[in-house]
């Protein structure tokens, strides 16, 4: 699925319809719990999952609670919700760090995203951005570069854990421009965004989400967006491609994803369910504020998309060189 197919499906979800008398009635039947398997300050993640789990419990009329389950940038969260019970009470909301480049970044994460969980679908994407500390001289991507080759100094990007669409966007930005930097994983986004500002890592591959806040306050520098177009967040920013840079693109998408064996008609129904939430105006209006672009779209669309998100960034891994034990 490529940038077209993406757009394609967010433009289709308002036209999704929802299921009628052949959905299972005795769903829910209790709290479900969407588990985040991040930490819940500083990134995008956590409010896009309260939006959500907001949103289900005034559509089923029953509690929609987030859960936090950080650690190994998701592996921690995602085994957890792999051993959960398969009757519908646990989800798992992550990103294409875990979902995709997990698995090849790490020798055993210890799930399978394929074998152990039933895609339900894709909720949202939103760019990477190159940010700076105020210190760098530096105030376009040309320049950095430039930068980073004649310094003494060795510079240091942090991001939100190994295999994070932060560390994989710095992997790609540092063999395209054949400079090279420190790589520092953190436990959230919100601490590494927090040691960049102080000036304890100089560089960050954030999420605009995340970060533009702290643009527009002028407490850090964002060189160019990570995306084919402009954010709304961050208007002034160029892109990758005017900074000259068109190859540089990166993103993360966010999921939904139950543990394998859940029922198809609990799964078909809690997709037909967020669907219909990001077919609302309002919510579609929030997402956009929060600087990510709200998908949709099928189970079967949501897995064709992960086996070529999972064959893409596979390949990203090996050709970087990354890896983690």
């Known amino acids: 699925m490529k940038r077209r197919s993406l757009i394609s499906l967010a433009a289709a979800v308002a036209a999704t319809p929802i299921l009628g008398s052949a959905q299972p009635k005795s769903w829910p039947n209790g709290p479900v719990r969407i588990v985040v398997p991040f930490a819940p300050g500083g990134g995008s993640t956590p409010p896009l999952a309260h939006m959500l789990a907001d949103e289900l419990t005034k559509v089923f009329g029953s509690n929609f609670l987030v859960e936090y389950k950080p650690g190994a940038n998701g592996n921690i969260g995602a085994v ?23 698995p090849a970044l790490y020798k055993n994460p210890g799930f399978d995203p394929k074998a152990d969980f039933e895609p339900v679908i894709l909720y949202a994407t939103m760019p990477n951005v190159l940010v700076v500390n105020q210190t760098i001289p530096a105030t376009t991507v040309k320049e950095f570069a430039d930068y980073l080759r004649s310094t003494k100094e060795h510079l240091a990007y942090g991001s939100s854990g190994n295999g994070s669409s932060m560390h994989t966007a710095g992997a790609l930005f540092l063999q395209a421009t054949g400079t090279s930097m420190t790589h520092v994983p953190y436990n959230s986004a919100g601490a590494a965004t927090t040691d960049l500002i102080g000036n304890n890592i100089q560089v960050m591959f954030q999420l605009v989400p995340g970060i533009a806040q702290f643009v527009k306050a002028k407490q850090v520098k964002a060189l160019a967006v990570m995306a084919a177009q402009r954010s709304p967040m961050l208007p002034d920013v160029p892109t990758m491609a005017e900074a000259g840079f068109p190859a540089l693109e990166s993103n993360t998408w966010l999921c939904l994803v139950a543990p394998r064996g859940t029922p198809r008609e609990i799964v078909q129904r809690m997709n037909e369910a967020v669907n219909k939430v990001l077919a609302q105006p309002s919510v579609r209006e929030r997402i956009a504020q929060l600087g990510a672009q709200p998908l949709g779209g099928t189970p079967a669309e949501f897995a064709s998309y992960l086996d070529s998100e999972m064959k893409k960034w596979g390949a990203v891994v090996r050709k970087t060189g990354l890896s983690v034990e």
């Open 80 to 102: 957890y919700v792999k051993k959960s019970p398969t009757d519908g009470s646990a989800f798992l909301f992550t990103g294409a760090g875990t979902m995709a480049t997990n």
